[in-house]
Structures are given as structure tokens and as C-alpha cells.
């Protein structure tokens, strides 16, 4: 594989396609959202569910009824904030994949239809994702019932060792469920397959092309950490500038001045590095995508 002409294409894609740095926001870093969708709405749910008690401790208090109506209504519509910002990563995630291959087979995308395109698989990709995870969380559950049977029966010292040995095997489980995750859902987008079909194509591919996915592995890592960093060097110069300039206002013009200066640059700099940021997560994403048709491609030769 010709790892330079992969990164090069990604680096030209994202670079040609500028609302890839949109869907970069949200879905270049997607992969591992799953374990934090469930955390999310079950954390919403139960605020809900406490919400609810309180709701019923209080009707016989009239003064407090508004209150919490307010108060539950409040957690209702946080779950469902919740639930469409993961919507949107899902979507967002998908339609990189897809508008990546798009690009390359020389049809123009802009974010409109990429991101009516991504809505196809959001179902099917939260799913895989929620699949893998399911497993690995399941692995982590055998994990513990191992630690605390050797605990109980064997000592802690033999439990402290075994859970040292077992944290390491979690780091190396964690690590492949992630890049199975990335493999699998190029499968199910770029190939069409189903969530189970999908995973089975990526083992697969995994185990013919070893050395090339490890690769692709180590590079993504290498990426991501450089694009990081570079944007972080990038904005702490205009960081430093615009607070050095707010500094001086509040000390010549007093708070009303410092905050008619601080709202709309501090927006506009947010906004800059979420964009850039959004090309870091599209260019890996990009790779990834790339990378995978050259796998698919290669497949058996």
C-alpha cells in the first residue's frame, strides 16, 4: 500500500471540500461515542426518574408542583438535546465516510446532501457501534466477576496481580473494538452491509491484511496526534493576542467594555478552532476511509 499517496488524497480531499470540516466537528471523532450515548441517556433518564419522585412527593405541596413540572420538563428536553447532538455524530460520521468515497469517484457533494445522505445509515451505524460495545462491555463485566472470584477465593494480593494482568488485556480489547469499529463501518456504508455482515467483513479483512492494518492503525494514531497538536500551536498565539487585548480593555474601559469586546471574539475563536479541529477529525476520518478501499481493493492478492 502506498501509505503517502493515502494521506496525501485525504489531505487534498478535506482540503478541496471545505464542509468536511463541518462534519468534522462531530463525526471525525464519533467512533468511541457510543459508551458515552448510553451514560448520557441513562444519566437523562434517571434525572427523570428522579424528577418523577419528586414530582409525586411534592403534588400535596401546591407551591412546589410548578417548580417541578419545570424541573422535569427541563430534564425531558436535556435527553432530548442529548439525543439529537449523538443523531447528529452518527449522521455527520456517516456522511464523511460516504462523501470521502463520493469524492474520489469525482461527484460534488455539499454538506446539504452529504448530510442527507449520512441520515441513511444513522440507524444502522449507532447500532454497530452499540453492537461492539455491548461486547466490550461484557468483556469488562466477565473481567471484574474474574477479579473479585480471586479476591475472594485467592487473596487480594492475587487479585491486585490478576487485576493488573486483566487491565492490560481490556487496553489491548479496547483498542481493537475501536479499530474494528473503524473498519466495520466502512463495510456497512461504503459496501452496504448489514451490522453483523459488516463486522464479519472486517475480521476478515483484518486477518488477511495484518501488517497493512496495523499500519494504517499507527499512522491514524499519528495523525491525529500531530493534527492536534499543530492546532493547538496554531490557536495559542491568537489566544494569547486576544486575551492580552481583552486585558486591556477591562483595565482602561471597565467590565461593559470587556464584555461587548470578549462575546463576539470569544465566538468567533471558538468557532475557528472547532473548524479546524473539524479538519483534523475529517482528515483521519479521510485516511481511514481511503485506506479501507485500498484494503478492499488488495483483498486477496
Request: charged share 10%.
Amino acid at each position: 500500500m502506498d501509505y503517502d499517496a493515502i494521506i496525501r488524497s485525504a489531505w487534498d480531499i478535506c482540503r478541496k471540500n471545505r464542509f468536511f470540516w463541518v462534519l468534522g466537528i462531530l463525526g471525525g471523532a464519533s467512533a468511541a461515542a457510543p459508551g458515552n450515548v448510553i451514560g448520557s441517556f441513562a444519566a437523562g433518564i434517571a434525572n427523570i426518574i428522579g424528577q418523577g419522585r419528586s414530582a409525586s412527593a411534592a403534588m400535596s405541596d401546591p407551591g412546589q408542583t410548578a417548580r417541578v413540572v419545570v424541573v422535569g420538563l427541563l430534564g425531558l428536553l436535556a435527553v432530548l438535546l442529548v439525543g439529537l447532538f449523538f443523531y447528529c455524530m452518527m449522521a455527520f460520521r456517516a456522511a464523511l465516510i460516504d462523501g470521502v468515497a463520493q469524492s474520489v469517484e469525482g461527484k460534488i457533494l455539499g454538506f446539504r446532501s452529504a448530510f442527507g445522505r449520512g441520515r441513511l445509515w444513522v440507524w444502522k451505524l449507532l447500532g454497530l457501534s452499540l453492537y461492539l460495545w455491548l461486547w466490550m462491555a461484557l468483556g469488562a463485566l466477565a473481567m471484574g466477576v474474574v477479579i473479585l472470584g480471586a479476591w475472594f477465593f485467592l487473596g487480594w494480593a492475587v487479585g491486585v496481580v490478576l487485576a493488573g494482568a486483566l487491565a492490560v488485556v481490556a487496553l489491548v480489547l479496547l483498542a481493537f473494538i475501536s479499530l474494528l469499529n473503524e473498519v466495520a463501518a466502512r463495510a456497512l456504508i461504503l459496501d452496504g452491509k448489514g451490522i453483523r455482515a459488516s463486522v464479519t467483513a472486517a475480521i476478515t479483512v483484518m486477518r488477511a491484511k495484518k501488517s497493512e492494518i496495523a499500519v494504517l492503525w499507527a499512522i491514524s494514531l499519528g495523525l491525529g496526534t500531530a493534527m492536534g497538536l499543530g492546532i493547538l500551536c496554531v490557536l495559542l498565539l491568537p489566544a494569547i493576542l486576544l486575551g492580552g487585548i481583552g486585558w486591556l480593555i477591562a483595565s482602561f474601559a471597565g467590565t461593559i467594555a470587556v464584555l461587548v469586546y470578549a462575546v463576539p471574539v470569544g465566538l468567533a475563536f471558538t468557532l475557528s478552532a472547532a473548524l479546524l479541529f473539524g479538519f483534523g477529525g475529517a482528515f483521519v476520518s479521510a485516511f481511514w476511509t481511503l485506506g479501507y478501499r485500498e484494503l478492499e481493493r488488495t483483498h486477496g492478492k
